[in-house]
């Protein structure tokens, strides 16, 4: 598969802890267990058990837990969902990861958010193995989840207009340096 799938604990990290990084592929993390803090440029947020996170593209992000923390997530590529010179890219993934988004959370109280909840809940806490006989439910996932980002987007930036991304880009170089 274009992807990969990490089933992380963060207390066999240095420090309990996934130094800040970005990277250019998608992500989402699922909170299996424990408590997790996250710092997504200059935002900063606890997560707990049952709850998960998209993170766009190019990101700066970092995460932390004080004790134990299992945190199966994925990454993968934009064109994992539909080829860059497709009419679909073009339409829906392109303005994803274009726009000021840098994450989305989703909190399992919320009803708005069930449906992506479920199924990306289903595909993480089921730890589906990624091979060609089961990629149905990763298909299924992909199409649905990028259905639900594509509608949250739009409220994100109606929500978020004055988020600038020059602080991203100042820091991302000041760490490549």
Request: glycine share 4%; net charge positive; hydrophobic share 40%.
């Amino acid at each position: 598969y274009p992807f990969q799938f990490y089933y992380e604990d963060l207390s066999v990290f240095d420090f309990n802890c996934i130094e800040w990084h970005w990277h250019t592929e998608l992500e989402f993390i699922f909170i299996e267990s424990g408590t997790v803090t996250l710092w997504i440029g200059e935002d900063r947020f606890n997560l707990t058990e049952g709850n998960g996170i998209f993170i766009n593209t190019k990101v700066l992000h970092r995460l932390y837990s004080p004790s134990k923390a299992i945190i199966p997530n994925f990454v993968f590529m934009p064109s994992f969902i539909a080829p860059r010179d497709s009419l679909i890219y073009q339409k829906y993934i392109l303005p994803i990861i274009s726009s000021p988004l840098p994450f989305l959370i989703f909190h399992k109280e919320y009803a708005g958010r069930q449906r992506f909840y479920l199924s990306c809940g289903k595909l993480f806490l089921h730890r589906i193995p990624f091979r060609p006989k089961n990629s149905l439910p990763v298909l299924s996932f992909r199409i649905s989840g990028w259905k639900y980002l594509k509608t949250q987007t739009f409220q994100y930036q109606e929500e978020h207009k004055e988020h600038s991304t020059a602080s991203q880009a100042r820091l991302q170089l000041m760490m490549q340096f």
